[in-house]
């Protein structure tokens, strides 16, 4: 995923400041064990099993089953920050237990889904996943797969399994270009079908999209990271990178 925002601040922490940091060491399944132990003080903590889901919208889901607390949460909320995760862990818990969910966590999670990036990324993979809507590689004035072509050649020794290709329905700004790795598509803002915006721009986002294809995403730790470390240095491959970095933020 590459959205604007990213490209104004790389940092992607958001509540961070003023939180204890141990909460960023912490994996999905031990948020879930303290929030618990917060809620129930006097109740042994079952074993939790918290995985991603593809769901088409952020619905996510908790229930007791074999001696286990089951989660699932829409891989939407992949690499969300640590305190968005815990602020879903007390909705959950709490709705669980049938007592009020403390305000300051309803509040944190409902900001998050409400960033416009997330609300971009959901209209996005509504778009993608619930109507199965895919344009095809060819657009009004640029067709992907020949630049995807030409960049697997490039970068990729051309053994990059092309994957779906397609434009959004919108010139969406704020979302940029996205891996669906469900339907295995890459879809482009469809803004850079435009012979005014420099290829260069198009083809970044567009090896940006692929790379994604090429590292999954790291599940270990409690930030899913998404752009590892193996993705960047791999990023830095792009010649005149901070020139299409620069095109995108004038867009
Ligand atoms: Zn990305």
Not at 194 to 217: G, I, K, Q, S, T
Request: with cysteine.
């Amino acid at each position: 995923m590459l959205n604007s925002e990213e490209m104004q601040d790389g940092s992607g922490s958001w509540f961070g400041a003023g939180l204890q940091s141990s909460l960023f060491f912490e994996t999905p399944a031990e948020i879930y064990t303290r929030v618990f132990r917060a809620l129930r003080p006097r109740t042994p903590a079952p074993a939790f099993h918290v995985e991603f889901r593809r769901f088409v919208n952020a619905d996510s889901s908790i229930r007791l089953e074999s001696g286990g607390l089951h989660v699932r949460m829409s891989d939407l909320l992949e690499g969300a920050p640590a305190p968005v995760m815990e602020s879903l862990a007390y909705i959950l818990l709490c709705k669980l237990f049938r007592k009020e969910v403390p305000r300051v966590y309803a509040h944190r999670y409902r900001l998050y889904l409400n960033r416009r990036d997330m609300r971009r990324k959901m209209h996005l993979i509504r778009e993608i996943r619930g109507r199965k809507f895919l344009s095809g590689p060819e657009g009004a004035h640029r067709r992907l797969d020949e630049i995807f072509e030409e960049l697997n050649r490039r970068f990729f020794n051309g053994l990059m399994g092309r994957p779906a290709l397609g434009w959004s329905r919108r010139a969406s700004r704020n979302v940029l270009g996205h891996f669906d790795p469900s339907h295995n598509a890459i879809i482009i803002s469809r803004i850079f079908d435009d012979p005014a915006v420099p290829n260069l721009a198009l083809e970044y986002v567009l090896f940006h999209e692929m790379l994604h294809l090429r590292f999954p995403v790291d599940h270990n730790g409690a930030r899913r990271r998404v752009h590892t470390r193996e993705f960047r240095a791999a990023e830095k491959a792009f010649p005149l990178l901070s020139e299409a970095k620069q095109l995108l933020k004038k867009l």
